[in-house]
């Protein structure tokens, strides 16, 4: 039977070293590093019974039969199933039913469930309420073949005037609110649906902020027209990218200021961005279906509620 985990089942964890088996999700850690989640991690959250996750899981004694477990991202409105664990199939429907009302149950109003493009569980998950929202190419490399003479400033964490008449300077929080209309200009309607369309949704359906992450923004004549993110892990980086589609020139300015980023999740809808970096020598090495799971929710104040710039 599943159930949601306690204490002594991050115990019996421990003592099996569980969960074992392939995740068959794929977290963006896991892709960058190119290696599974740590246990450790998982046992240390479980414990603590840290408010910030959910898991559910079957047991047989000392044995996991199967597992799933999903943590906030940017805030407590959006929830990513990063760990699911299966010996059989057809539990994944029951699992992904079971950690999405846990979620619910903490304020989730869409869960994210980032998966290989060729995984079985895509049908399960869609059985779910899963719906596939967008495709995503992983791009890696070391040696960019392009020069780094115009990857100025904010590349290294400092405001910075580029060529031409746009500024580059560090994001700020003054400059959420243009950061959502930059992101309302540049997202497809379709996937707005499932990543946010007001405000805060889309707030807390990013991904939550690693140490030393490093940010920047670009604009003209004060308004925000481009965005990247260069985000570290461990000995490597990945990189993100957003541009204005009014301003053509602006992706080739981002991919210069995100010069030698290895590591690059480049959404289906963002094709410039993807053969800008395969000019530069970064190869593919896998292609993963982004699927999410909405839930309604009343507005509690409409007054307070962010609408759509």
């Known amino acids: 039977m599943i159930t949601a985990f306690h204490r002594g089942d991050a115990l019996r964890c421990m003592l099996a070293n569980a969960p074992g088996g392939a995740n068959l999700a794929a977290p963006t850690e896991s892709i960058v590093l190119c290696r599974p989640l740590r246990n450790t991690t998982f046992w240390r959250q479980s414990l603590a019974q840290n408010s910030n996750r959910v898991t559910v899981g079957d047991w047989n004694g000392l044995d996991l039969s199967s597992l799933a477990s999903a943590r906030v991202r940017g805030g407590v409105r959006a929830w990513e199933i990063d760990r699911l664990h299966l010996k059989e199939a057809e539990q994944a429907l029951d699992l992904l039913e079971q950690v999405v009302v846990a979620a619910g149950t903490r304020g989730a109003e869409r869960v994210f469930l980032r998966v290989p493009q060729d995984s079985q569980i895509v049908d399960e998950a869609?059985?779910?309420?899963?719906?596939?929202?967008?495709?995503?190419?992983?791009?890696?490399?070391?040696?960019?073949?392009?020069?780094?003479?115009?990857?100025?400033?904010?590349?290294?964490?400092?405001?910075?005037?580029?060529?031409g008449s746009y500024s580059a300077e560090d994001r700020a929080d003054p400059d959420n609110h243009g950061l959502f209309q930059l992101y309302c200009a540049a997202t497809p309607q379709q996937v707005r649906v499932g990543v946010g369309m007001t405000f805060d949704q889309w707030h807390d359906s990013g991904e939550r902020p690693r140490p030393h992450r490093n940010e920047s923004v670009m604009k003209l004549d004060g308004k925000i027209v481009g965005w990247r993110l260069r985000e570290p892990f461990g000995g490597t980086a990945a990189g993100q990218v957003l541009a204005h589609p009014a301003q053509p020139d602006m992706m080739p300015h981002l991919i210069e200021l995100s010069y030698g980023t290895q590591n690059w999740l480049i959404p289906s809808y963002q094709e410039n961005a993807a053969e800008l970096l395969a000019r530069q020598g970064l190869r593919e090495a896998g292609r993963y279906t982004m699927l999410i799971k909405t839930m309604t929710v009343p507005v509690l104040n409409r007054e307070l509620s962010y609408v759509e710039a």
Do not use: C, M, V
Request: proline share 3%.
């Open 126 to 163: 869609r059985r779910a309420g899963f719906f596939p929202y967008y495709e995503e190419i992983h791009l890696t490399g070391d040696a960019w073949t392009g020069s780094s003479t115009k990857a100025l400033g904010s590349a290294n964490g400092h405001q910075a005037e580029t060529s």
